[in-house]
């Protein structure tokens, strides 16, 4: 039995970076992933923010569950806001 990948629909969102994935500086770019691992006791969600320019992770928050504290909690251990990455990627 052959598996014919489920054709991509229309991006959610414009790419602002273009592909383009360095820094010159720390600080200047970060991206944020969420994983989902299962464990014995369920599901467990991973949110990380990493700095482009250094490597490293700069923040990050756990949960069993997908909500928005848990994307939003790692910028607390941030000096910034949401709002001023938001601002700072354009």
Known sequence: M????KPSGPPVHDDL???RLTAERTNQLWLT?????RTDKGKL????I???NSCRVVGYSIS?????PLRTR?????SGSA??????RT
Do not use: K, N, Y
């Open 74 to 78: 790692p910028f607390g251990t941030r």
């Open 17 to 19: 970076l273009r592909r």
């Open 50 to 52: 990493e700095d482009m």
């Open 64 to 68: 069993d569950r997908i909500t928005s």
């Open 33 to 37: 992933d969420i994983a989902e691992h």
């Open 83 to 88: 709002a001023q990455l938001t601002r700072s």
């Open 45 to 48: 969600h991973l949110c990380a």
């Open 2 to 5: 052959e598996i014919v990948p």
